[in-house]
């Protein structure tokens, strides 16, 4: 098994991603979970539902290991998970083809089809926009993009060996991807029906399924972080998750249950028309969407099983995607349009193999690479190019420079709240300043921690306005975001707005 192409698409993954990382803190690609994810690494704490335990612990090891900007470590985290899953994806391609046709793996002139289509499939994804755009940003869409393929690879070993270790360690990865996103589930599907058509050819099936599911709750321990973060009393603790329910109510994401499946019905020929555009660019262009639809009947003539299981994959990732009611919800996607990956490089190999002589070959290459990834960085560079992004850096900045000593914030959004907690709990850039939101205040978690942080500043049981309105006789109050706040005259300062009592 030659490991070029791997190496090929992990490389050049790696360097698109390096060539436009996000120097810091960033709102691009719907990132600015990023702050809250930064802010509870450096303070030990628990970010919002469903607490990401695995990339905590990934994010805080990052951060040790690079030192430096934290928000530019949490950046580069993504760059090497996506990077090592277009690697994983290219060499799962290359030995998916290889099966595909094995009597004919070269031709008389020592080109490998196989190798250079998977080598093209990997370099598609990774150049994808919407990979693209997670793979430069602090978020925990890179990482569950590796463990879906890699979930896919093993259980592709593990057909592919006749049995073995490759479940066991694939429920072990299904187990920490779960402490990094929920929506990995998604690839249970089609990862069930592959095992099942193999139910016949592994002599000790039943064995390996038994392995992997114990594999899967050794890796669910990883939840445990959240308690024992959770014990330091750290000002991100979001649920404080100390207690059963509490524990219950932030790994289960309740906080956004009905986000799931709740696009309004009216919606969704919009959001079907918005779906198809992405599908229709993510590849370069309208043609790699062509590629994988006949990719896709390749396999569907070739090898049902496999067939049936990235078909799958992709369904339950595209289902949940269209469904899930945020604007930002294309990025559920990105391990759906890895199954699509592996279709294109279907395609791929199965023309390299109808054309004739290693000239006529090494064109087709050229033209695929310009057509696909090639395509993909010219009509994306511009908007996926963070370099020179500030605008969240800008914020945080002028925000802590304008605000008064011992001020306190008022925040609703999550932009300008995990920016603030970045920069504030963080960085501890300006120990003096109390940000609150307005959102979540009311939850008793979110109360206990602000109080325990800031002091007294909000008596208990006094309506918020009230307790604004004689907190700014006494201490500097401003807003962050557009909030309506009886009983206050308004003074812009900046990117801040000052609140005084009306006379």
Request: with cysteine; proline share 5%.
């Given at each position: 098994?030659?490991r070029w192409p791997a190496l ?143 979930l896919l690879w093993l259980a ?348």
């Amino acid at each position: 098994m030659r490991r070029w192409p791997a190496l090929i698409a992990g490389l050049g993954a790696f360097a698109l991603y390096g060539a436009t990382l996000a120097p810091g803190l960033t709102w691009a690609h719907g990132g600015a979970d990023g702050g809250d994810l930064l802010a509870a690494a450096l303070t030990g704490g628990v970010p919002h539902p469903t607490g990401y335990p695995t990339y905590q612990l990934a994010l805080r090891a990052a951060i040790a290991i690079t030192g430096g900007e934290p928000a530019r470590a949490g950046a580069w985290l993504s760059a090497v998970c996506a990077a090592l899953a277009a690697a994983l994806l290219s060499g799962l391609a290359q030995r998916m083809l290889i099966a595909l046709d094995d009597r004919s793996l070269t031709t008389a002139e020592g080109f490998h089809p196989a190798a250079i289509a998977a080598a093209l499939a990997g370099l598609t994804w990774a150049a994808a926009p919407a990979v693209w755009g997670q793979a430069i940003i602090t978020e925990v869409y890179a990482l569950n993009a590796l463990a879906s393929i890699a979930l896919l690879w093993l259980a592709w070993r593990w057909a592919e060996e006749a049995g073995g270790p490759a479940l066991w360690a694939a429920g072990l990865v299904l187990g920490l991807g779960l402490g990094n996103h929920l929506t990995l589930a998604l690839a249970l599907p089609g990862l069930a029906a592959w095992v099942w058509s193999k139910r016949k050819r592994v002599a000790r099936a039943g064995r390996d399924v038994a392995l992997a599911c114990a594999g899967t709750l050794l890796g669910l321990l990883v939840y445990a972080y959240l308690p024992l973060a959770a014990a330091a009393r750290p000002p991100v603790n979001w649920g404080d998750p100390l207690t059963l329910p509490r524990f219950l109510w932030t790994v289960s994401g309740r906080l956004y249950a009905g986000l799931a499946f709740g696009l309004p019905l009216a919606d969704w020929p919009a959001r079907l028309a918005g779906w198809t555009g992405e599908a229709m660019w993510q590849f370069g262009g309208p043609w790699g969407a062509l590629l994988a639809l006949a990719g896709l009947w390749r396999l569907q003539m070739q090898d049902r099983a496999w067939w049936r299981a990235t078909l799958l994959v992709f369904g339950a990732f595209t289902i949940y995607g269209i469904g899930y009611n945020t604007t930002d919800s294309a990025v559920y996607l990105i391990p759906a349009w890895a199954a699509a990956a592996l279709w294109i490089a279907a395609a791929i190999d199965w023309a390299f193999r109808r054309v004739q002589g290693i000239a006529w070959q090494a064109v087709a290459a050229v033209v695929l690479l310009a057509a696909l990834p090639a395509a993909s960085l010219v009509r994306n560079w511009s908007t996926h190019d963070l370099r020179n992004d500030r605008e969240a850096r800008d914020f945080l900045s002028a925000a802590l420079a304008e605000a008064e000593e011992d001020s306190i914030i008022l925040t609703s959004g999550d932009r300008s709240t995990f920016a603030l907690w970045y920069g504030v709990y963080g960085l501890r850039q300006r120990s003096d300043l109390a940000v609150l939101n307005v959102n979540l205040h009311g939850y008793d978690w979110y109360d206990a921690t602000f109080a325990r942080v800031h002091g007294d500043l909000l008596p208990p049981a006094t309506p918020l306005e009230e307790s604004l309105v004689a907190l700014a006789a006494r201490r500097p109050v401003y807003r962050a975001d557009d909030l309506e706040l009886p009983g206050m005259v308004e003074e812009r300062t900046g990117v801040l707005v000052r609140l005084r009592p009306a006379p």
